[in-house]
């Protein structure tokens, strides 16, 4: 256990985070077993190390920090790791990558029942589904969902300025206000092409080629948080993978479903079945009429973020589907959304439509919202496109 005492204090001495993301204040942090969940690649193991550094000094013992990819946990059970901590004077047990331990939900279960002055802080995949009700752990665990940077948090880093997160009420009502105030500090427009292209990952700030880290951060998502968490054989890896370019290729669209079918030799309800897979390990977003869902099939299903429109297409993007999908992204986080009517794509929390547009010439849709791309501050109805993503 020493050992990994000294991997933790040293994890903890030399992290440097240049941003705090906003999840860290909407946690309660006095429940007992804490889950957070996300895709790869958003700094899920960063974000618990944030949090053991802001509550504790990097050689205090009543906080640890393990990931279970270490090949001790091949041998050490959980549980049994968890009374030594205990026994020791342990207080918050942080655990990273948990899925990757067999029969966890029932160990951390056994945790719960055993250690009631103990804090379990995990993080798993998105693709975990904390609250069935058949889980040890229903009525246990409370989860939250770290996701990629919104375009304000990618602001903060681009511009070392603080931005205050605005709630869509406060957009729909004070959107004029808010623009000129953001824009009197900086040009969110040009800013905004270099967020859609790589900044939803914060492995952006790494030196490397960030197209061909997304890529590889995408097909372990396949690989990993797909086949393995679903149970998966590996010889039906070809199939998603290449169900998941159709997707991207054709996206936003309509999924054909016999087509898919055909394409990557599959049932029908396989197809619809791997579509959710790519959904919960949010590679995509599926677009539903209000008060439809799985399993039926999605109206149109869109990429999940901007980011990986680029990383999948050999072709150029087309604008259109970048506003589309940006908005998507940035809206669904806390908000419901749905199928528009007519051209506005998108119905949002069940009563404001919204319409997508590269500007607004004419207004047709009297009933609508239009998010517009190109314009720094809106009028009434028109708001800034780049404002929806202060949403978080």
Same mark, same amino acid.
């Given at each position: ?124 995949? %998105?693709?975990?589904? =904390? @609250?069935?009700? *058949?889980?040890? #752990?229903?009525?246990? &665990?409370? +989860?939250? !969902? ?64 960030? %197209?061909?880290?997304? =890529? @590889?951060?995408? *097909?372990?998502? #396949?690989?990993?948080? &797909?086949? +393995?968490? !679903? ?68 109206? =149109? ?83 800034? =496109? ?7």
């Amino acid at each position: 256990m020493e050992s990994l005492y000294k991997t933790h204090k040293y994890l903890i001495e030399h992290l440097n985070l240049p941003l705090r993301r906003r999840l860290m204040d909407e946690i309660n942090w006095n429940d007992r077993l804490i889950g957070i969940k996300g895709s790869r690649g958003v700094g899920k193991t960063s974000f618990l190390l944030q949090y053991a550094k802001e509550h504790f000094a990097a050689d205090d013992k009543r906080c640890l920090y393990i990931n279970l990819n270490n090949f001790y946990f091949s041998v050490k059970t959980i549980k049994d790791f968890a009374g030594e901590f205990v026994k020791n004077g342990g207080k918050v047990l942080l655990i990273d990558q948990i899925f990757k331990y067999p029969e966890w939900a029932e160990e951390l279960a056994f945790c719960y029942a055993r250690y009631p002055k103990l804090q379990i802080i995990f993080t798993g995949s %998105s693709v975990l589904r =904390l @609250k069935n009700e *058949n889980y040890p #752990l229903a009525n246990k &665990v409370v +989860s939250y !969902n770290l996701r990629g940077f919104s375009f304000r948090e990618y602001l903060e880093l681009a511009t070392g300025k603080k931005f205050e997160v605005y709630s869509l009420e406060q957009i729909l009502n004070e959107h004029s206000t808010i623009s000129k105030s953001i824009c009197s500090r900086i040009k969110p427009l040009e800013h905004l092409p270099s967020y859609i292209h790589h900044g939803y990952y914060p492995f952006f700030l790494e030196k490397r080629n960030f %197209s061909e880290n997304l =890529l @590889k951060t995408m *097909n372990m998502m #396949l690989e990993v948080d &797909v086949l +393995s968490i !679903n149970q998966m054989e590996q010889n039906y890896l070809p199939k998603i993978r290449k169900l998941m370019y159709l997707l991207s290729e054709a996206a936003p669209s309509s999924p054909n479903v016999s087509n898919l079918s055909k394409e990557i030799g599959a049932s029908r309800a396989t197809v619809m079945n791997y579509i959710k897979y790519l959904k919960d390990a949010r590679l995509v977003n599926l677009l539903y009429e209000k008060g439809e869902d799985f399993p039926k099939k999605p109206r =149109l299903v869109y990429l999940q973020n901007p980011n990986l429109l680029y990383a999948t297409r050999m072709i150029t993007v087309d604008p259109q589907t970048l506003r589309e999908t940006f908005f998507y992204s940035q809206v669904h986080k806390d908000y419901k959304v749905n199928m528009g009517e007519k051209s506005a794509q998108f119905l949002v929390d069940g009563q404001y439509l919204f319409s997508v547009t590269n500007g607004v010439k004419d207004k047709k849709l009297s009933n609508a919202y239009y998010a517009a791309d190109g314009i720094e501050s809106g009028e009434e109805r028109i708001i800034p =496109l780049w404002l929806f993503g202060f949403l978080y």
